[in-house]
């Protein structure tokens, strides 16, 4: 018999209502033929709630004792569904992060996961119980629990399915797939039946935020399929993510835009080897992503590097260059934060020259200046100003999408869109 | 170095502010040079609303998923307490009923404790840390959660108090100790210094809410001192509960009563050997607890049979003397719910005559009928007319303390009064 794994978020299980509603769908997978395991988040803003309560507490909330706080959201939702499925005459047993036997690493707040021991999961799907686990934790090897971080109940999911070796892993959420660009900015964005992992990967990288990149990362390592389907729209199976789709196909997958950067700059760089290798190795010992790195040449022997950061990373960021200003004697530190990067990613780009020409092409008929331009194999990203994000995305997607007719999109109340 | 267990309900911990507050508490306790551990109720009023979800999604929540979800109220308090000592300064840990050995029956909602391995609790002790457990709860055989019961963090604080070899077991709630009556309905009321775990037992039995019988049985049993104090006056060293205290005290420790109960008789039943074996085995193989049985002698060698049942069970008592009535060629079954139960414990009453006696003259003066009576070692209970209970009470209580002045009694908010 094959089994099925799916992954309700904290939205599908948000109240009574919709958790009646996502036991209804479990019940129909199980009623279908599958064993049915099952990862559930927190129900709606519990996880934030319980954040909000450690934060009148004290300052800064982390390590062992938060990870024992946030594990009880999950705990929550996942009886009550098994409470529920039992109540509609289903065998139903709900595992804690502990019980389904995942073990990670010792590091609280975003530990990796090290193993699944299946024993106990595989024995009560053989018992024929819908097996409902608590997503986005596990325990360390003192015991402690432990919890996996922003994204964590996807990665469960995805990592349980691996472990179990299951036919596909449906991740359900409040989109019915994985859309070409965000529905909200592109009214006629075009949803995808496959894409490929390395896609959802660059997609994750530069904004979209369907698929958390570790939990996309475990399936291309585990080779799981991944369904991403909506709770609510649930005759539509959604967008398939895969290890490889027939070229030939379309040479751009999705259009994505974030807004959550900062261009920085350290100019006066004088002309030697070793100085790239000490300004990106001190923000590395940092922990800060630099994504968008371009080094231009002037007269003299002097380099400008400007390079994007997270907003977040951009105080740290500004800290590290200027001490290393001064050690490598460059000019100046300056920085930028009303940018946006746009981005196309497609693994069809590949075999097609052209590609970043009709970007650009479509930027400049726009009158949209860019500030900076950066290439991988399957995907090309400008920096351009903030403010100009939106029209820039509903204009290169034109040029892409052109002759695709745009699909109607569901839409619930609270929904968070797949971009 | 001495261990000192400490025990906070509910309400102690009911928001930030009284999180800290407790948290104080305990680190006073620390410094003053003992190893602490900690048993922590759910906040406030977060199992009744887990109950209350529960209850939304299926008709009668019971069995292990029930007690997966209670258990999370209970691991929210204890690390968000953990994290707060740690703020102060402390090391401090929470542990949670499986982290912290506490072995159950199989049995869910209302396990028992089979066993405390207390290694790890000794371990982190040894260590120097604070350690908090949720109270409540254990894990059975099968590595399951399982829930103790009402007043099952009593237990679990009295029983690892045993199992640790505690000094004392501090039993923190929002009144300041045990009182000789329900401060609410006797405002002379007294506070006790001292009384034994028999007297706390009988008191729980007939309606006194200090301590849940099951903790004070298993204090006996382990010979663990208890102290019940006051969250918000902690200079009080509150009531010690003891195994004996010094004959020639007092002849009454409590008065109470209890409305929650009904009085049921089966009228015109033949007077054969074996008939109430019938009637009571009955009740009993329904898991009914009957009180104060009366069997009275009619002529023509026909009995009335009375006794008192708990208003839960008076639907369920009726159905079953209904089927017992014809099996034994009875007359007819009556009951009246407008009853209420006072009784006087006092271990002096053993050697002391005249204590009835002294208690029916008490009632008779206020004009209160008395329906029935019972009477054990260290017990009389009286079958009154429920309105007149908060009066029988106060009479009663000024002939036992008659001398004594009231001590006032520090009243919080929402306040749960002792009796």
């Known amino acids: 018999m094959s089994i099925v794994v799916q992954k309700f978020g904290g939205t599908s299980v948000g109240d009574v209502e919709r958790i009646r509603r996502v036991a209804r769908i479990i019940a129909d997978t199980h009623d279908q033929g599958h064993q049915v395991a099952v990862i559930v988040s927190a129900m709606g803003h519990t996880t934030d709630e319980l954040v909000s309560l450690a934060g009148e507490l004290v300052e800064t909330p982390a390590g062992r004792e938060f990870d024992a706080l946030l594990i009880t959201g999950e705990m929550v939702s996942a009886s009550l569904m098994a409470m529920t499925l039992s109540s509609m005459g289903y065998k139903a047993v709900s595992l804690n992060g502990q019980q389904a036997g995942f073990l990670t690493e010792d590091l609280h707040n975003r530990a990796r996961i090290l193993e699944i021991d299946t024993g106990r999961v595989q024995y009560h799907l053989n018992n024929g119980e819908i097996v409902i686990v608590t997503g986005f934790q ?224 479509a930027l400049s008929k726009a009158k949209i200046n860019i500030k900076m331009i950066a290439t991988s194999e399957i995907k090309i990203s400008c920096l351009i100003q903030k403010e100009q994000a939106k029209q820039a995305v509903q204009e290169i997607h034109k040029v892409f999408f052109k002759d695709e007719d745009g699909q109607s999109i569901p839409l619930v109340a609270d929904q968070k869109v797949g971009y």
């Open 138 to 361: 596990g325990i360390n090897s003192k015991g402690d629990f432990t919890t996996l971080g922003r994204g964590g109940s996807d990665t469960s999911a995805v990592a349980l399915a691996g472990a179990l070796g299951a036919e596909r892993c449906d991740i359900f959420t409040d989109v019915n797939g994985v859309y070409s660009s965000d529905p909200r900015v592109v009214p006629q964005a075009v949803k995808l039946d496959e894409i490929t992992y390395i896609e959802m990967l660059e997609l994750a990288r530069v904004g979209a935020q369907v698929l958390h990149p570790r939990a996309v990362e475990t399936a291309r390592h585990a080779n799981v399929q991944i369904r991403v389907r909506s709770t609510f729209y649930t005759d539509d199976m959604g967008t398939v993510v895969v290890g490889s789709i027939e070229s030939g196909t379309r040479p751009v997958s999705g259009i994505a835009s974030d807004e959550n950067q900062a261009r920085v700059a350290i100019t006066g760089v004088p002309d030697q080897p070793g100085v790239a290798a000490k300004i990106f190795g001190s923000l590395a010992s940092r922990n800060i992503s630099v994504d968008m790195i371009i080094q231009s040449l002037n007269k003299q022997e002097i380099n400008d590097i400007a390079f994007t950061v997270s907003l977040n990373d951009l105080q740290d960021a500004l800290e590290t260059l200027e001490k290393v200003k001064t050690e490598v004697n460059a000019e100046s530190v300056v920085y930028d934060t009303d940018v946006a990067k746009v981005s196309i990613v497609g693994i069809g780009m590949i075999d097609r020259p052209g590609i970043a020409a009709d970007m650009f092409e």
